[in-house]
């Protein structure tokens, strides 16, 4: 009942574990897979070792979380047993990657496509790093040719780019991305920067001093940019932000995902939140009459 596919990509349910909650160590990676998923992305990967921001670095503050992690990553020269052990991992696995120029982008793709990730996460929307990251998914012509360059890389490998939207342009840069070839667009990376204060010690609490919103907080802004995404663009969707339930994942397929990706629903609801939404959609299909997703994807248009 809940099998897809995206790209090319079959999958035995929607949910797709987001890049970065859970690193990139093939043992917990399984977890999550024999927990339910329906594909897992390894956090992202980068073009050298990098230690990430101080802590604190992963904050709840309530309706949701605050991370200002900033792309800690071996590099992917450093990732040599990382890849011979997520080889055994049961469903498919996406790898997330990010670089401060289009080279190197391009050079940490050349590394990964070696090692056959069944998909390519193009990283263009971390907003917690000076340098890297989202700075590539604001510019609609600079996505555009970062997509171009990685699409010659890729080979027969699928590739996402995972927008940021933090930014005006974020239709602009998702159109951009499929013009020059892109496989899906995952839609998106957290939200803001934001900050909290402790009001005790008269500081921001994140050592970062920011960090992206994500959780439940940010649901109605993902789901409102999939909507967007849905009528602009030409290309499977992948929805990521807030979702944890089976009547989350079902509100952004009616918006027009065609998968979705949980990351902080781990948090709130366990590392098995994975098969409790899709017990929880097979239940909401089952009781309104609905046989297959592709029923769901852009009804509510
Ligand atoms: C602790 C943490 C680390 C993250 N690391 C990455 C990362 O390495 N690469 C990336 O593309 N997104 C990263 N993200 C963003 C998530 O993949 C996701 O887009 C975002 O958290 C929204 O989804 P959620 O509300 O289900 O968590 C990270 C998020 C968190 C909370």
Do not use: Q
Request: aromatic residues 6%; charged residues 20%; glycine residues 12%.
């Amino acid at each position: 009942m809940l099998t897809m596919e995206i790209a090319g990509l079959k999958l035995k349910n929607p949910t797709i574990l987001a890049a970065g909650f859970l690193g990139t160590s093939a043992s917990i990676l399984k977890r999550v897979a024999d927990s339910g998923a329906g594909a897992v992305t390894i956090k992202s990967i980068g073009p050298e070792p990098r230690e990430g921001n101080p802590n604190p670095t992963v904050l709840c503050w309530g309706e949701g979380l605050m991370n200002a992690v900033g792309l800690p990553t071996p590099g992917y020269k450093n990732m040599t047993r990382e890849w011979a052990e997520l080889k055994d991992i049961s469903v498919p696995v996406i790898a997330s990657f990010y670089g401060g120029s289009i080279s190197e982008f391009v050079e940490v793709a050349e590394a990964i496509v070696e090692n056959k990730p069944a998909m390519l996460d193009v990283n263009i929307g971390c907003p917690n790093t000076k340098k890297h990251g989202a700075v590539f998914g604001k510019d609609p012509e600079t996505a555009g040719k970062l997509i171009n360059k990685i699409k010659e890389v890729a080979g027969s490998i699928p590739v996402m780019p995972k927008l940021t939207p933090n930014t005006d342009n974020m239709l602009e840069v998702a159109k951009a991305c499929v013009d020059n070839g892109a496989d899906a667009i995952a839609g998106f990376n957290t939200w803001g920067p934001g900050m909290v204060i402790d009001v005790n010690v008269r500081k921001p609490v994140m050592g970062f001093k920011t960090g992206g919103i994500s959780g439940p907080a940010v649901r109605p802004l993902m789901v409102k940019g999939i909507y967007d995404l849905y009528e602009k663009i030409d290309a499977p969707i992948v929805a990521v932000g807030g979702i944890m339930y089976g009547t989350d994942v079902i509100e952004a397929m009616m918006a027009g995902a065609t998968a979705v990706e949980i990351g902080s629903g781990i948090h709130y609801r366990g590392i098995d939140v994975f098969s409790k939404a899709c017990s929880e959609m097979e239940a909401w299909m089952k009781e309104n009459g609905v046989k297959s997703l592709e029923e769901l994807v852009g009804s509510a248009h």
